[in-house]
């Protein structure tokens, strides 16, 4: 489906900005020589701890993660939207997928500007979590519209 695509292309998008992160906290380490001494070990054992982490995560989510909104999808049609076909809700749910990848690469993009300039900081943070939340909120808000959409065409066809 083309919506599972979407899903997985934005996993790989969000990853870009993990592993960022994760490059960025090994410079700090080698600028620091974090590897060497009495927490050397324990740095490197950090270090791949955080590989083994974001390589499951990534691949849970690239894996597992489209039949579980699948699922989430299903279930809330169920509950609010039962006359409202499988085919057309799933249609509903592919036409807002689309905003996805992009809302991920916004995301990704905001969370690697803030990893760059150095974290933290009231005016900073703040106006990236909005942007978070907007980027966010873009995605899932045209989802609720498109599945809205469906309802209201199944209600219009059947009236």
Known sequence: MLRHRRLRASVLIGSLAFWFEY??????????????????AHFCLFAFGIVVLLTGGTYLAWRFGPPM??????????????????????????????????????AAAAWIIFAAT????????????????????WFYLTLLYRWRQAVQNCRNTSA
């Open 118 to 137: 150095g974290y933290g900081g009231w005016p900073k943070h703040f106006v990236l979590c909005c942007f978070w939340n907007a980027f966010a909120a």
């Open 23 to 40: 490059a960025n906290f090994l410079r700090q380490g080698f600028e620091q020589q974090l590897f060497v001494g009495e927490y050397g």
């Open 69 to 106: 909104i699948d699922g989430v999808s299903h279930l809330l049609r169920y509950l609010f939207a039962r006359r409202t076909s499988v085919k057309e809700w799933d249609d509903a749910s592919d036409r807002a997928f689309v905003v996805l990848p992009y809302a991920a690469g916004g």
